[in-house]
């Protein structure tokens, strides 16, 4: 079974504050993903990589940064965290060969909430 | 238009019921598609792909159709257990990125 966790299920943070959400998968996967979701705007692409010190800009990557220095683990940073990036953060994963060909996994989410 | 536009509902549905419901891509490129489904609070697993022919899996049918560009989802006998926001899901971008809608949200009522 394939398992991507999560660091924390549940973080409040102060505005300013830097941010580190981490992400592990255990099925040697290639591709991984940072997603956040909010009600009513469904689930937007912030960063993926497709290979260590690989990543790649998805659809709104203003204020997040990422790093991914093994194979196995995808951390996302908030520089300097602000009250509209609280939000449910969602990490996943698929092997090479991409969307395209295999369905992504995803860890249990972090809902982070910025004061 | 948006790459990947559903109905939110929320979609009532009696118990033994059934429902069906739609969502619709922008890319005629498209080549890969899929359900998720998504329970209150969880994140979203895979429900099912979405073949060319049509596909079933128990009481769930899945159809493509890419002369108008849609999906559909078709739940038969709906249990309560169903219950969830089902979202469509479309690979549309290359480079591994995958589109999502939205989420059709069912909920079942005894």
């Known amino acids: 079974d394939v398992k991507v966790t999560q660091s924390s299920r549940y973080l409040v943070k102060r505005t300013g504050e830097k941010v580190f959400l981490e992400c592990v998968q255990d099925?040697?996967?290639?591709?991984m993903f940072w997603y956040r979701q909010d009600p009513g705007l469904g689930l937007r692409l912030i960063y993926f990589?497709?290979?260590?010190?690989?990543?790649e800009k998805g659809d709104i990557p203003e204020g997040y940064s990422v790093s991914r220095e093994k194979k196995e683990r995808f951390s996302l940073i908030l520089e300097s965290a602000s009250t509209n990036q609280t939000s449910m953060y969602l990490c996943?994963?698929?092997?090479?060969?991409?969307?395209?060909?295999?369905?992504?996994?995803f860890g249990p989410g972090t809902r982070l909430t910025v004061l | 238009r948006k790459e990947v536009e559903q109905d939110p509902g929320p979609f009532n549905v009696p118990e033994g019921a059934t429902v069906a419901f739609n969502c619709t891509y922008s890319?005629?490129?498209?080549?890969?598609f899929f359900w998720y489904r998504q329970d209150c609070r969880k994140e979203p697993k895979l429900l099912m792909s979405v073949y060319s022919s049509g596909n079933e899996d128990g009481r769930f049918t899945a159809q493509l159709n890419r002369a108008s560009q849609y999906i559909s989802l078709l739940i038969r006998d709906s249990k309560l257990s169903d219950s969830a926001t089902y979202l469509c899901v479309v690979n549309g971008r290359g480079n591994n990125r995958l589109a999502f809608g939205k989420g059709n949200q069912v909920v079942v009522i005894p």
């Open positions: 890319n005629s490129a498209s080549q890969s």
């Open positions: 099925m040697d996967h290639e591709n």
């Open positions: 990589s497709y290979d260590v010190k690989m990543k």
């Open positions: 996943a994963s698929n092997p090479e060969g991409g969307a395209g060909t295999d369905t992504q996994y």
